[in-house]
């Protein structure tokens, strides 16, 4: 934002020289090419508010510019309170300084600046500009309520609790835990903060170094995430300059000169590249607006790590603004009717916005000569949330119609206990808010927001009902599960992504669609495993409360060979040992009687499908005179008529007693190997023989030999064996056999 000075000891360079300074229409420093608005003097604007006009009912001087910037968002807005306002402020911070020897009313003014330029509405203006009149004056909260109203007292009660917050690591949890949620319930609170964090990141060069640095770290670690998660771009981005350029003065120097290089360039591929793409869309008829925005500091830094060598390209993005949705996809037609696209770097955050409220087409053009342009491809009020994010929605709290009386337009809009409801409060900062209440203690709050925090990249996912869940990169089935079904995700048992089973671990890509599988059994429990695989607050708070609330209970591991106690696996071995012989079967008991139609021959029943009646079968004649029977699905069938082998007419006899084996696949949980024993028992049938494989991925594999008493039962055993909770497959086997 070039609307304020910067301090020229400040090590951010970035401000220091005007052709350098960022602006809140681009991403980052413009290029020296382009003009930019002049500087304000610091020192003019303090001599001005002292001597700022006598008229009583005009606008004072110095907030001159705050009132052209407001009125370029808000041309119809009431301008009487930013006046009152500012002769309050002006007299109670009367002959108070900063430490870079400006009057403090400068630091109101300019944080009002940052604020207008931004859009915000007047509301948030007259909050702004009182601020710190509670915390650094004799202004009383009263004060305020009875000249404002209710709103303005609110916001400035709010900012004033933050600026007694110590974000760093003596911080005490509790202390930021109640301001934070304070906060979340105005979102204009936290957009004062940001502004007023910026203000004082520019001036930071007043300050030794050991305190520049604490705050440039603060700052990286919990403002500029808010930031982030706010939408308010154009604060992120000059943030993480000022930031860059005192924690790391080398590489930041070394950014600035490759910046500097590229301006002294004869030519300039992405000035040729927009102006190719301003041709194209003129010949296709589409009105837009073709714009270079350039990379800030910190953003072609990364791009440099990770690209090696910069191009030309590479030193800023073509942002094409229009004034329809459908326009943009049009123009994204075109560029790739007409340019070379490169297809892997397409993302539609239109149909799918950001967890911030950012909306935009991302794609890339590629020209012969190797450069490849960014393209983003948004409408003017897209282009306005992207910059803005949160401060452009205007007051959430204004009453819904005009009708409305005077009144309460000034009262807070806030339910009987004092909550107040915010609609265009952000998807993340609505999670902060119920996931806090559910932390069992405030570090598990603070740490927990710390880690959300660091993770700045979010994935949207797609539930099978059509819904949409936003997570964090990196998240797991596990976190879908929490976020989709919050504590009634205990009793889920797995997942199909993208239509195929997975297990809980699976980590999600953006643009997965997840069915999660939930099991039936009221007492299903979380397993401890999962916090190793929860990156979400809402997954790990729900898991961790669980397990503190069952401190007694065994560690729900899935170890479904032991079914997670050794003597209930034990007895359930034995079970399916003893059941034979408990059901009068001798050692090789009966199974189902195929004839075969050639005389003298045994009769053997295929192990790799173990066919019964009244499944279709054919024979084949194998060594020593035997007659081994398969069902015509099988892939043996295949495999035997390949190398020739004579087919021999197979049919069923009388017998109806049948031995088959069967698999089951299940996810792994506590008691789930006992449950299946008793499913197959109470179906009449007995376990010749079962085993259980080694747990893969949280999933097991069954394969139980069974003695049926009649063949026709055998769907209502796979049935009832599908039943059991964490089954979600039952199947014939098809083991692979040699040809005899």
């Not at 001597?51 to 301008?79: F, K, W, Y």
């Not at 209440?437 to 927990?448: G, I």
Request: a negative charge; charged letters at 25%; proline letters at 7%.
């Amino acid at each position: 934002m070039s609307a304020e000075a910067t301090n020229p000891a400040s090590p951010g360079a970035v401000t220091s020289s005007p052709e350098l300074a960022a602006s809140p229409e681009q991403d980052g420093p413009p290029s020296p090419r382009r003009r930019t608005r002049p500087r304000i003097d610091l020192r003019r604007l303090g001599r001005a508010a002292f001597l700022g006009s006598a008229t009583r009912d005009r606008l004072p001087d110095a907030i001159g510019h705050v009132v052209e910037a407001h009125r370029a968002h808000h041309p119809d807005a009431d301008l009487e309170p930013l006046r009152r306002a500012y002769v309050l402020a002006e007299s109670s911070h009367r002959g108070q300084m900063r430490k870079s020897g400006e009057p403090y009313i400068t630091h109101p003014l300019a944080v009002t600046l940052i604020l207008a330029e931004l859009g915000a509405e007047t509301t948030t203006l007259t909050a702004s500009l009182l601020h710190d009149t509670v915390e650094d004056t004799d202004v009383t909260l009263d004060q305020v309520g009875e000249e404002f109203g209710a709103e303005v007292r609110y916001i400035v009660d709010g900012v004033t609790k933050l600026e007694k917050v110590d974000y760093g690591t003596a911080a005490e949890p509790e202390t930021f835990r109640k301001m934070l949620v304070a906060t979340g319930n105005d979102v204009r609170v936290m957009s004062i903060k940001l502004a007023d964090r910026l203000h004082n990141m520019r001036t930071l060069g007043v300050m030794r170094p050991e305190k520049q640095e604490r705050i440039a770290k603060v700052t990286r670690d919990v403002l500029i995430p808010l930031a982030e998660r706010l939408g308010v771009q154009a604060l992120k981005t000059e943030l993480e300059d000022l930031v860059f350029a005192i924690l790391h003065p080398e590489e930041y120097q070394h950014t600035r000169e490759l910046i500097v290089d590229n301006a002294s360039r004869a030519d300039d591929p992405l000035a040729e590249i927009a102006e190719e793409v301003r041709g194209v869309l003129r010949d296709s008829g589409i009105q837009a607006e073709v714009l270079i925005r350039p990379r800030h500091f910190v953003s072609l830094h990364r791009a440099s790590r990770k690209r090696g060598r910069l191009r030309g390209s590479d030193f800023g993005r073509v942002l094409v603004l229009v004034n329809e949705d459908a326009d943009c996809y049009g123009v994204l037609g075109e560029l790739h009717t007409c340019m070379t696209p490169v297809v892997s770097e397409f993302k539609d955050f239109i149909a799918v916005p950001k967890f911030n409220l950012y909306q935009s087409l991302h794609t890339a053009v590629a020209r012969a000569d190797g450069q490849v342009a960014e393209v983003l491809i948004r409408t003017h009020q897209m282009h306005k949330a992207a910059e803005a994010g949160v401060i452009a929605l205007g007051n959430p709290y204004a009453p819904p119609s005009e009708e409305q009386s005077d009144g309460d337009s000034d009262r807070a809009r806030a339910e009987p206990d004092g909550e107040r409801i915010d609609p265009t409060r952000p998807g993340w900062l609505s999670r902060l808010l119920d996931w806090q209440e559910a932390a069992p203690d405030p570090d598990t709050f603070w740490s927990t927001l710390r880690e959300d925090l660091a993770q700045d990249r979010e994935i949207t996912v797609f539930r099978a009902d059509g819904g949409s869940l936003g997570l964090p990169e990196g998240a797991s089935c596990v976190d879908a599960a929490y976020a989709q079904y919050g504590e009634d995700a205990h009793a889920c048992i797995g997942a199909r992504v993208n239509g195929r089973l997975a297990t809980l671990s699976t980590v999600l890509r953006d643009g997965d669609t997840v069915q999660l599988l939930m099991g039936q059994d009221p007492a299903s429990e979380p397993s401890r495993q999962w916090l190793e695989h929860a990156h979400t607050p809402v997954a790990r708070i729900a898991i961790q409360r669980w397990l503190a609330a069952h401190p007694t209970h065994d560690d729900p591991v899935p170890e479904p060979d032991s079914s997670g106690d050794p003597s209930e696996a034990e007895a359930a071995r034995a079970a399916a040992e003893a059941r034979p012989a408990q059901d009068g079967s001798d050692a090789s008991p009966a199974a189902a009687t195929a004839v075969v139609d050639q005389p003298g021959a045994t009769v053997r029943l295929a192990g790799c499908c173990t066919p019964v009646p009244p499944d279709e079968v054919t024979g084949f004649a194998v060594r020593g005179g035997v007659v081994t029977v398969h069902r015509v699905e099988c892939t043996g069938v295949a495999r035997m008529k390949s190398t020739g082998r004579a087919e021999v007419g197979v049919h069923w006899g009388d017998t109806t007693e049948a031995r088959v084996t069967l698999v089951a696949e299940s996810f792994g949980r506590p008691h789930l190997l006992a449950d299946l024993t008793e499913a197959i028992a109470l179906e009449g049938v007995a376990i010749v023989s079962a085993t259980v494989e080694p747990p893969s991925q949280q999933r097991v594999r069954h394969t139980y030999t069974l003695q049926l008493p009649d063949a026709a039962h055998l769907p209502a055993l796979m049935r009832a064996m599908r039943n059991v909770p964490g089954v979600y497959d039952v199947s014939r086997a098809q083991h692979h056999v040699a040809v005899p």
